[in-house]
């Protein structure tokens, strides 16, 4: 009786963040510089060539730019649920632990690579999918380094966190680095350090989103043996689990979402760590619902911040990131008193 009231409780709890998501999507359609009415949107969505310059913003602004959000709101907030239960560690996420900044060394990596070929031949030669990719591999360097170095050292939870600071200021000195050799891989790094959607296009967000969408599925195929991981090495391997595999599996699904959302995204902050506490406090650990919750209220909350970046100081705009980090900051300082009181108190 007690499970079924939980499940009913979480079932509720996702209706309501499928709503919120609704109309945090219409509202980011809707609102702007340049207004749109929802019969503008009705006739722009099914009658394009008919909509004129509502048609024009929707499909070439308005839309990329909200799909953008969802996507990395979703990718972000995973990626977080992801590493903290299989790190066992509330602090870890992926702006936090050097895994942003490894997908951000990866993207820069790729512009001056792809600056430098266009150059050579005339014009650009790789595509969203060539960002989306070297992203995830920078990710997964930055996440495998930080993880193999905590196993090798018997490294505690705080000494994790304080290791991935660390290689964070690594990677971004080696970003910061490049940049400075490279005026137009600076250009590019100006707006993507903060991180926001300004200016993005289908043609960046499509291959990510595929991915994300792609991570999504299946980490859900493989909640249980994630809810088993959770449990500790010594629970999980009692009931014939591989841990090293599932462990490393889990990472790279953890790097994969990230890095997507990096891709496109820049280099947003918290989301990782924000969205699976508040979930994991109203929904609690079960990764049947912490996942999808994590996903829709991700996108859900990164719209809304969005929103709040392109109207509080109308008609300038903010970069997301900036949101993102005033409302982060202090979230992660709660989590870090709030994890030490927890040691002192065992």
């Known amino acids: 009786m007690k499970d079924w009231t939980k499940s009913s409780r979480n079932r509720i709890i996702l209706a309501l963040g499928i709503l919120l998501l609704i109309a945090a999507v219409l509202l980011n359609l809707c609102l702007g510089s340049a207004g749109i009415t929802l019969p503008e ?10 909509a004129g310059m509502a048609g024009n913003i929707f499909w070439l602004v308005r839309l990329p730019r909200t799909t953008a959000a969802v996507a990395a709101g979703a990718g972000l907030a995973l990626s977080g ?13 992926p702006n936090i632990i050097g895994v942003n900044a490894g997908a951000g060394l990866g993207v820069t990596l790729f512009a001056a690579l792809n600056g430098y070929l266009g ?16 992203a995830f591999a920078g990710s997964l ?14 490294a505690s939870k705080s000494t994790v966190i304080l290791g991935g600071v660390a290689l964070n200021s690594i990677l971004n000195a080696v970003t ?9 891989v600076a250009a590019l790094n100006a707006d993507f350090r903060v991180g926001g959607f300004s200016g993005v296009s289908f043609t960046r967000v499509i291959p990510g989103s595929i991915l994300i ?11 249980n043996e994630l809810d088993v991981m959770t449990l500790g090495d010594e629970s999980a391997r009692s009931v014939g689990l591989n841990v090293r595999r599932y462990r490393f599996f889990f990472i790279v699904i953890a790097a994969l979402l990230a890095g997507a959302s990096v891709s496109f995204a820049g280099l947003l902050g918290f989301v990782g760590l924000i969205i699976p506490h508040f979930i994991r406090r109203i929904a609690g650990n079960e990764n049947r619902w912490l996942i999808p919750l994590s996903a829709v209220y991700g996108g859900a909350f990164v719209l809304f911040c969005d929103l ?15 949101i993102l980090a005033l409302l982060g900051g202090p979230c992660f300082v709660m989590v870090l008193l709030k994890e030490k009181g927890g040691h002192r108190n065992g």
């Not at 649920?81 to 996420?93: C, D, E, F, R, T």
């Not at 360097?141 to 018997?154: D, E, M, Q, S």
């Not at 969408?213 to 859900?220: P, Q, R």
């Open 81 to 93: 649920a992801i590493l903290q239960s299989v790190l066992a560690n509330p602090l870890a996420s």
């Open 119 to 134: 150059a050579k031949l005339g014009t650009l030669v790789f595509s969203g999918l060539g960002y989306a990719l070297c």
């Open 176 to 184: 910061e680095s490049i940049s400075v050799l490279d005026k137009d």
């Open 41 to 50: 949107l009705y006739s722009a969505v099914f009658h394009r060539g008919e």
């Open 308 to 322: 709040g970046a392109r109207m509080l100081f109308a008609p300038f705009e903010l970069p997301v990131g900036i």
């Open 213 to 223: 969408l792609a991570g999504f599925l299946i980490i859900m195929t493989l909640r």
């Open 141 to 154: 360097f930055a996440v495998l380094l930080v993880t193999t170095i905590a196993a090798k050292t018997g």
